[in-house]
DNA sequence: AATGAATGAGCTTTCATTCAT
DNA sequence: TATGAATGAAAGCTCATTCAT
């Protein structure tokens, strides 16, 4: 039943997004939910099966946008650096345009079911390998070094998500600022500078 | 009478940590907490108002202790980067220990009332001015810099968060990792070695 | 959809008007109540904003049935004595028919709404002025004379609520007698009988 | 056990008296009696079988004293309405400096025992007959007359409640006015007046 | 398919009562 | 005897889910 109306579907997941952002899974109530999408709770139910399988939709599909979107960017892109920046940029316009999901991600542990367990794990571990990827290209490049490419990986992960949290109103200049404190760290450089 | 045993609001406590942190405040029950702490639900209302109560107290003893003990710690370094990296250190150890207290951090956003939520945010800006003093430090001796001290601050605890969740098994090498990472980025030194 | 039975509120009003007169506000369990009108906890929450919520409705539900019923039967009347007559009779048939109204409307104080707490007392005053007006008739009649109408009125209220308390058995002739017992008093009365 | 010392179980039934007057049995709690009174709660359970028995006994203690007084009272009196007036008197100032009393007097029905019910009910009757007897003096004296005494004596006893009720900072004059009332309604009279 | 009334398990919180000290 | 910490039954209320219409 999940495709009798995608557009419906959307407008629940929309509506489920924001309020998920907002306050913690428990705290919204598929009935909030519905009313905000304007229609009734057993539509909502017509379309998802309870409310983790909507809220576990909601986190999947989101990731997907944000993963696809940054895979795309960065194709077109040749230097890691710029990869890197891309990915950043990618990721901080995406929480700072829905500053509720940058919370949502980090509860992927609500799931009881280890159906739904894997797949948001696979998911979050897709993106990260993206980031892993570049980052060993940026150690191929010969520029660069990271001796455990997925530490760092997880680094600039927190990085992002922990600025985002509490900087979220200065989120233009954000991506410069990280990449340039992920690539130099305090050091006093005068070279190898990123990001113009 | 029964004299009022000391040991009984830690060991609620210490339970507290230990479910608060497994799953989300609204999927741990008064009961259970009684229960794994050997006492009756109503002692638990007893020692704490009520249950958003016990867990404010739970993250403000908690953050409390592990910004006293940090403290001590780094009183005796006189060298900004061997303070950094006790911070760091302790930070890492603390929540490899208990690493439930690691979620409870970030979900200082469940307080209905104004004075919980002033008094953790107190708790957290307390030891995110700890951060910025050191960082501000490493810009003083001039062997390094940081542009913004605070976003610096903040992207440490970022790395650190988002690390341990992760690698809380490898936790033993982390905070040089760490702290190698945050001073000097990816870039190729061959000097600013820190952490022997 | 199942279509909200619009006798249901009713039943669960009538259910707790019963329930509340037989034991106290805090001794009647909403359980009771939905079990008794064959509807579920939750039944009653959807009519219901809580228990105090039913409380209320159904005071100022049944203080307005007999308002409006005692309202309607004096418009007709134009001597103030049948006046009189006619509310005692309609308080006295109302109440002996639902005798735990009685205790029920003496219980106004339960509330600590201030909008439920002005409500009652609306309600209740309404029901007073509406004796006082008739005694100050009486009195303008030039047959009889009460010195305070509101003092007045209240004794009779109070003879009223007293003795259907003890002698709702015997409700048939007690309108006749409380009047006589009114207007008066224990008097050795050659004229002035009233109520055929 | 009851007797171990009057004193302090006196201080209990004030402490009470006041508390069960302001507020419902099962809006106070064991513990405030027993804090105001400044013992423990383990203390009130030496004096009393538990709550229920406390209650029952402040009830019993409280009727007894306004009867024990009301019979010394009208002991020196000889001409029935000016009994009538004393009882009036008495049972106004009683109530009058123990407002809470009056609330306490008609919830009478939270006994769950048989015992305690028919304790109660003994109390009041006493009480009541106090008032018949009177009445029927009245009768007897050929200036007053009352089908039924009883009846009679009930109608005084609810003017009595409701006017106090709501009157009980006009207290001062409230007897004269109640007999006044209850003697002659709201006939026009010339003669039988009472209370000077 | 869509609705929303009805359900009832489940949760927090209270408080009379007990009993070890 | 007095205490008050501990207990746990009980009650109010919520909300995910179902299902008659």
Redesign the pocket.
Do not use: F, I, L, N
């Given at each position: 039943?999940r495709l009798?109306?995608p557009a419906?579907a959307q407008r629940i997941l929309d509506v489920a997004a924001r309020l998920f952002g907002q306050r913690h899974y428990?705290?919204?109530?598929?009935?909030d939910i519905a009313a905000k999408a304007g229609?009734?709770?057993?539509?909502v139910?017509?379309y998802f099966k309870?409310?983790?399988d909507l809220y576990v939709a909601l986190i999947l599909h989101s990731l997907n946008c944000l993963y696809e979107r940054t895979r795309q960017t960065i194709a077109g892109l040749t230097q890691p650096e710029e990869r890197l920046l891309s990915v950043v940029r990618e990721g901080v316009q995406f929480f700072a345009a829905q500053p509720y999901f940058l919370e949502l991600i980090q509860r992927v542990d609500v799931s009881r079911s280890a159906a739904h367990s894997s797949a948001l794990d696979a998911s979050r571990t897709r993106f990260l390998d993206l980031l892993v990827e570049i980052i060993e290209q940026l150690n191929a490049a010969g520029r660069w070094h990271a001796d455990d490419p997925e530490l760092a990986a997880l680094a600039l992960m927190g990085m992002m998500r922990e600025t985002l949290r509490w900087r979220s109103h200065l989120a233009d200049r954000l991506p410069e600022q990280l990449v340039d404190l992920f690539l130099n760290g305090l050091s006093k450089r005068t070279t190898n500078q990123v990001g113009r």
């Open positions: 039943m009798a109306d419906r428990h705290e919204v109530r598929v009935e229609v009734s709770k057993g539509t139910y017509q309870d409310k983790e």
